[in-house]
């Protein structure tokens, strides 16, 4: 028995367990796989300071699909493309905290894995870097056993683009439509990036774009160290053993935000002897780093500092849901930046209410009301709900749709536990509110808490889920006063549509006793209905 | 509705109430035309807004009005208003009339504005009447009467009343018409009187009447009689004012004592 016990490799563990990266259904993995490829490609863009021109094209045959994202990022070093794509959990976002879509270093080399397991092929990518004479080519595929790139060809090839890169991988995969969609992810992306431009090609050859409504990059996120307050006594010990800082007062400082000389000194005071703000961080024992961890615990420290995050901010929201969503009310919020364990993150929410099609009512210049009926949008992926449906919920973490497991999600229990009742709302007990409409909850942090490796769904951390439902009810009171003044325009229309039932009557009893014309008599009921309308208010006011 | 002969030329009061509803749809189109909202003024018909001249000797319509416009509440009332005036217009001219419950029939016709019960035109009708008291015309004169007819008069009278085709007078007298009785018309502005009695006796209960009249009470006592049948209509009320207004007659009246 003994004897069979062996090392498991870390690709072996996802090989068996691909579910937990989120290549679980046919469907689902081609999802996957785009999104793994879109995210990179766009935090490579930003992180070099480029406008992100993607182009995603996946076709589906028998059963086996192809996906192929192309950016014009700046490309990669080639000595690095095998071990990018080819080695789990290798990846420049784990080690340092900072808002970045990627985290773990395992998405595009899961989803390489997940084609070479099902379809038997590598991924094949070419990059360039912006002025190099020629793009790399290679193929790659992962070692399982040993979590180690295996390159089945590499050469250097002619290239288009004059930086960038591209990706094609194969695997089985299923396109469908509907919310759990390439096309619905691509779409979300749009609203959540709005300096994003992405053409997409769906299976069948039509050509979608999402055009960009900003030239401007976000600005980058900065870089912070960990707050000590989110750091836990496995990871103190594991930081005190691997810090260059000579002393312990040095290592407080340098490796933790906002501690400075003053608090790192009340900090090993309260510690305790034997340890003092000399003691070498690398020779400190286990139960003072217990006593160091109290400690920290128990000091006063400055809140982390926010400024790391970066909102998608609410003048971009708006313009990113009003270019995919049509509708006839939009409100969005940026909350102000918080904090869980230590780690900063900041909520932001969007409202889009009301579908077209639905009948609205407009005043006019004279006074005058009309109904108007616009055409339904059609065919077009709608992300709004209708009228009866439970609302549809967009939920983003920094800056990424989320499609999958909503219920276990943080922004929807968020949503649920709102009371939209007090706003207007039909909400059947327990559960997401009825309107037609969307609600948009983005959730940034340098450390987003996902449930899982397959970054689904948000961890509902009391601080986080309270920031959502401040961010809801903000936005849901913005709802509330414009559903009241719909109310309010749907109920005069009403009574003006009463009142008008009788002017005819008026002008054939004056008709009648005055003895008019038809002429005479018409112009009295038309000057009749101008004054009514004139002389009743809309108190329109801008909600 | 009964056509009458079209011959006969306006009285005064017709000019009269033609005058008024012509004022009326004036103000109203002319309010149109300078661009506000019409309105028609009606007087307030509660008890609050009743007052009791003693000069007169009858209860008054006192100051408060109410205004019918176009809003939601009154809009539908002030097209009826107008509408039962446009009617009233119309029979006026053409000497005609309506019972109350033909004017509700009438306003079927009216679509959207016609009237559900003839309580509510009753109401409107009632409004247009108070307005008219107002300038001194009375409902008939508006040609809505009554639907139930009004009392019955025997005793030492003689009514003069108007052959409506030709305009001859006609003369009955009520002391000869048997155990029968004269029964008054609905309208009684034209009628004028000749009595020798010196009192009138107004009863509540027809079988009271009827025995009286058959033991010819009136001519041993020297009276007029006149049946009620409960609560007397407007008619027979306005036919005793009038015969003991214009002959002085002092009236007596004969009720069950359940006040």
């Known amino acids: ?543 | 509705m009964t056509k009458a002969s079209p011959d006969t030329a306006p009285s005064e009061q017709d000019k009269e109430t033609i005058r008024l509803i012509e004022s009326i749809a004036m103000r109203v189109r002319e309010t149109i035309e300078s661009g506000n909202l019409p309105s028609i003024e009606l007087p307030v018909r509660s008890l609050d807004n009743v007052k009791y001249d003693e000069a007169i000797g009858y209860l008054e319509l006192g100051e408060a009005r109410k205004a019918r416009a176009l809003t939601v509440n009154t809009a539908r009332s002030f097209a009826q208003t107008l509408r039962l005036m446009a009617t009233s217009r119309v029979m006026v001219e053409s000497n005609d009339f309506a019972t109350k419950r033909e004017a509700y029939y009438i306003s079927k016709n009216w679509g959207e504005c016609r009237f559900d019960e003839q309580a509510e035109s009753d109401a409107i009708m009632d409004d247009i009447e108070a307005m008219a008291s107002m300038h001194g015309l009375s409902r008939e004169q508006l040609r809505f009467y009554p639907e139930s007819h009004g009392g019955s008069v025997a005793g030492r009278l003689t009514v003069i009343d108007q052959n409506s085709a030709t305009g001859r007078p006609i003369e009955i007298d009520c002391a000869n018409l048997g155990s029968g009785a004269y029964s008054i018309p609905r309208s009684v502005e034209h009628l004028s009187f000749k009595t020798d009695a010196r009192f009138i006796l107004a009863i509540e209960t027809g079988g009271m009447f009827q025995r009286l009249n058959n033991h010819r009470f009136w001519e041993t006592a020297n009276c007029i009689i006149v049946e009620m049948g409960g609560v007397p209509t407007r008619a027979t009320r306005r036919f005793i004012r009038l015969l003991s207004d214009k002959h002085d007659l002092p009236v007596y009246c004969f009720v069950d004592c359940d006040p």
């Open chain 1, 1 to 543: 028995m003994a004897g069979r016990q062996r090392e498991i490799s870390v690709s072996e563990f996802f090989l068996k367990n691909r579910h937990l990266l989120g290549f679980d259904t046919p469907a689902k993995a081609l999802v996957t796989a785009v999104k793994e490829a879109v995210d990179n490609a766009l935090d490579a863009c930003e992180e070099a300071g480029l406008l992100p021109e993607i182009t995603v094209q996946v076709r589906d045959r028998f059963g086996k699909s192809r996906v192929v994202v192309e950016d014009n990022g700046p490309g990669i070093v080639e000595s690095q493309i095998a071990r990018i794509f080819g080695k789990l959990l290798y990846g420049s976002k784990f080690h340092k905290l900072s808002q970045s879509r990627g985290q773990q270093g395992m998405g595009i080399s899961a989803a390489g894995m997940y084609g070479q397991l099902t379809v038997g092929k590598p991924l094949h990518i070419i990059s360039r870097i912006e002025g190099d004479e020629l793009a790399s080519e290679l193929y790659v595929s992962i070692d399982t056993a040993n979590n180690r790139p295996d390159i089945h060809k590499k050469k250097r090839v002619e290239w288009d683009r004059p930086h960038g890169t591209r990706v094609e991988m194969e695997m089985e995969g299923h396109h469908q439509t509907g919310p759990h969609s390439v096309e619905v992810y691509l779409k979300q992306t749009a609203i959540a990036n709005p300096h994003v431009s992405i053409v997409y090609t769906d299976p069948q050859g039509r050509e979608t774009l999402f055009a960009r409504s900003t030239d401007r990059l976000p600005p980058r996120p900065r870089e912070i160290k960990p707050h000590p307050r989110g750091v836990e006594l496995g990871r103190l010990i594991q930081m005190l053993s691997g810090t260059k800082s000579r002393s312990l007062l040095g290592f407080l400082v340098d490796e933790f935000s906002c501690v400075g000389k003053k608090t790192a000194l009340q900090i090993v005071k309260r510690a305790g002897k034997p340890l003092s703000d000399r003691s070498y961080p690398t020779h400190i024992a286990h139960a003072q780093a217990t006593a160091l961890h109290h400690a920290i615990q128990r000091t006063p420290i400055q809140a982390p500092r926010t400024d790391c995050i970066v909102p998608i901010g609410e003048a971009r929201l708006l313009e990113g849901l009003r270019k995919e969503l049509p509708a006839d009310f939009y409100t969005a919020t940026s909350r102000p930046a918080a904090t869980y364990r230590g780690n900063p993150f900041q909520v932001e929410v969007g409202i889009a209410f009301g579908r077209p099609g639905e009948t609205k009512i407009e005043v006019d210049a004279s006074g005058h009301m009309h109904k108007k009926n616009a055409p339904d949008a059609g065919a077009v992926e709608q992300l709004i709900a209708r009228k009866d449906e439970p609302i549809h919920l967009l939920r983003f973490a920094n800056r990424v749709p989320l499609l999958y497991q909503q219920s276990s999600c943080a922004i929807t229990k968020a949503v649920i536990q709102t009371n939209w009742r007090s706003y207007g709302l039909h909400q059947p007990k327990g559960a997401l509110p009825i309107a037609p409409m969307a609600i948009l909850v983005h959730v940034a942090s340098v450390w987003v808490p996902y449930t899982s490796e397959s970054k689904e769904a948000i961890e509902p951390y009391p601080e986080i889920l309270k920031e959502i439902k401040l961010g809801l009810r903000q936005c849901a009171r913005q709802l509330a006063h414009y559903l009241r003044h719909e109310l309010h325009l749907h109920q005069e229309y009403d009574k003006r549509a009463y009142i008008e039932k009788y002017l005819p009557h008026i002008g054939v009893a004056l008709q009648d006793i005055l003895t008019l014309t038809d002429e005479e008599r018409d112009a009295a009921v038309r000057k009749l209905d101008n004054i009514l309308h004139a002389s009743r208010t809309t108190q329109r006011q801008d909600p």
